[in-house]
């Protein structure tokens, strides 16, 4: 019983020890983030302690993260607050050197998720080529948006599931109208799936409300049409850049990452003399 005693004090202790001496690496004042007012006076102490250069490399980081956020508030109503409390609450006792480790692996992170996606995208849009659209007719009947499709399938799979995206275009003068996700359940539709090397015409109703926006001159329209999943059992893709594929918005969001961990750099402060870690308002590991 004093031997399980004992390894418990050694344990305590080890733990403590590992404590203090995580604290004392700290290079510097370190993040309050109780509030906004707490974080903006501990950033300032943060700042004070730091070259020039590490200031304004801090400032970027800060801004780099408020971007890094932006991606996952629901409401641009209170994305400013909510962004900034995500932020407080994600460097509380962090100092310069945290900051900057947190950032470039939260930076990394985000662009190899976005890399992924893009490759995956890319993969499934590649092998999806050999289910091909042999022709695309847009028109309206009874008051209903309607396409009729020739396809043709040149893959190796029994399809039962085809999903599309189509892309209303008017001819003259060429413009962009609308996008709209749609899908053709071959199974349930037509009692059987489409074999390899099987060719089909389906005509079926737009139901989707984005239709309601499209123009009635249709004989100015056309409607560009990719496949972007196919599945074989009912709900079970083969190949698929639909459910996950990466969008403009990710493309534009990448490309934006990656100028951003470009222009940060590097960012290795130099260590604070002992009086700048007593500034006003830094926070500190061992209050």
Not at 8 to 20: E, K, Q, T, Y
Not at 141 to 167: A, D, P
Not at 224 to 243: F, H, K, L, M, S
């Amino acid at each position: 019983m004093s031997d399980v005693r004992e390894n418990m004090i050694r344990l305590i202790l080890l733990i403590a020890s590992f404590v203090l001496v995580s604290t004392a690496c700290k290079t510097g004042p370190t993040v309050d983030g109780t509030d906004a007012e707490t974080f903006d006076a501990s950033i300032a102490a943060i700042k004070a302690a730091l070259s020039e250069e590490d200031q304004e490399n801090l400032d970027e980081v800060l801004k780099g993260f408020e971007y890094l956020y932006s991606d996952n508030v629901i409401s641009a109503l209170n994305a400013s607050d909510a962004i900034r409390d995500r932020i407080r609450s994600r460097l509380n006792g962090m100092d310069a050197s945290d900051i900057y480790a947190e950032w470039t692996g939260r930076v990394d992170k985000a662009i190899e998720i976005l890399e992924e996606k893009k490759e995956n995208t890319e993969t499934a849009m590649e092998n999806l080529k050999d289910v091909r659209v042999r022709g695309v007719e847009y028109y309206v009947q009874r008051g209903q948006n309607v396409v009729k499709l020739s396809i043709q399938n040149r893959t190796e799979h029994r399809i039962s599931k085809v999903y599309f995206r189509g892309s209303l275009m008017r001819r003259e003068p060429r413009k962009w109208i609308l996008d709209d996700d749609f899908n053709y359940n071959i199974r349930h539709t037509e009692g059987k799936d489409l074999g390899p090397d099987e060719r089909a015409v389906w005509n079926f109703a737009l139901l989707s409300p984005v239709w309601r926006n499209a123009p009635e001159d249709v004989d100015n329209l056309y409607l560009n049409v990719i496949v972007t999943r196919i599945d074989g059992a009912p709900e079970q893709p083969i190949y698929d850049a639909y459910t996950d594929r990466f969008t403009p918005k990710d493309s534009r969001r990448l490309r934006r990452l990656i100028s951003l961990k470009e222009s940060i750099g590097t960012f290795e402060p130099e260590p604070v003399p002992e009086e700048t870690s007593r500034l006003p308002g830094a926070a500190s590991h061992l209050n």
